[in-house]
């Protein structure tokens, strides 16, 4: 079975700069899909960023960018120039590439930005 | 922009009662998801749905639980007789295609089970 593996139950940061969250994750398929959700406390979850896992280069989204280490299995998101609207839980998620397969996620990471 | 939602956004049920918690999601999209989250844990899964039948259910989705997409428009899903511990934020999600890697998370139906 899959898991996913936040080791990083709080992180904090100083408002614009920047931050690295961790994720590895288990798994003995090739072809993956690997999320960043962004929780705030009103509790919806919103994508921050995916990445294919057979494309090599990782992916960005603004001020959010990946690095993603396919042979060590290892998806960790940096948050560039943090801003207080960063805030939030944020889990990473793990998708088989087949079908309509489910997200299994991570236990998340609590995210302070200290102004 | 299209998005999913969900209602009631919150409900309050004494243990032992039925509830129905409502989906809409994305029209175009054919494939469909519960997930809970008791509070302060994560996120986990409980079933796909796709072309009017279940894919995939978890063990957490027992004998109690059923799903159902009555219409064209409304994704549901029914607790038979609630438990306490069903009290948990319930998410819908959606997906487009078979290709498509995303699942589009509706914001959530907060479950209360006194």
Redesign the interface.
Known sequence: AQTVTQSQPEMSVQEAETVTLSCTYDTSESDY?L?W?KQPP??????VI?Q?AYKQQNATENRFSVNFQKAAKSFSLKISDSQLGDAAMY?C?Y?R?F??????????TRLTIIP | EPEVTQTPSHQVTQMGQEVILRCVPISNHLYFYWYRQILGQKVEFLVSFYNNEISEKSEIFDDQFSVERPDGSNFTLKIRSTKLEDSAMYFCASKRGRVEGEQYFGPGTRLTVT
């Open positions: 899909y999320f959700y009103s509790r919806q979850m919103i994508l995916r294919e889990f998620a998708r590439d079908g309509n397969e489910k997200l299994t996620f991570g236990t998340g």
